[in-house]
Nanobody, 118 residues
Framework: QVQLVESGGGLVQPGGSLRLSCAASGSFFSINAMGWYRRVLGKQRELVATVNSGGSTNYVDSVMGRFTISLDNAKNTVYLQMNSLKPEDTAVYYC????????????WGQGTQVTVSS
């Protein structure tokens, strides 16, 4: 059994910052990659940022320069530092993990709400 536990969402004013965390626990050998996706009500889920075990990162253009993703392999935890938040960043943010057991499987967190509003 693998669990992804997210934390750090909430309400913030435009221009503010939040830090999301997602910790993976359970039976797996290693992390291939972890990342964050988001979904606005009525729209499809979109990739926000990913990081692989080697530290290579990928961001959607709309968050480039404002968000930073990082992976702590020792803690099996991925972080998303979100700065200069905008109202259009409001969404439910989901953690994703590609974890290696005997095969690589994909897992999702339960989602955490981020609301950017004055």
């Amino acid at each position: 059994q693998v669990q992804l536990v997210e934390s750090g969402g909430g309400l913030v004013q435009p221009g503010g910052s939040l830090r999301l965390s997602c910790a993976a626990s359970g039976s797996f050998f290693s992390i291939n990659a972890m990342g964050w996706y988001r979904r606005v009500l009525g729209k499809q889920r979109e990739l926000v940022a990913t990081v692989n075990s080697g530290g290579s990162t990928n961001y959607v253009d709309s968050v480039m320069g404002r968000f930073t993703i990082s992976l702590d392999n020792a803690k099996n935890t991925v972080y998303l530092q979100m700065n200069s938040l905008k109202p259009e960043d409001t969404a439910v943010y989901y953690c994703h993990a590609a974890l290696r057991g005997y095969v690589v499987l994909n897992y999702w967190g339960q989602g955490t709400q981020v609301t950017v509003s004055s």
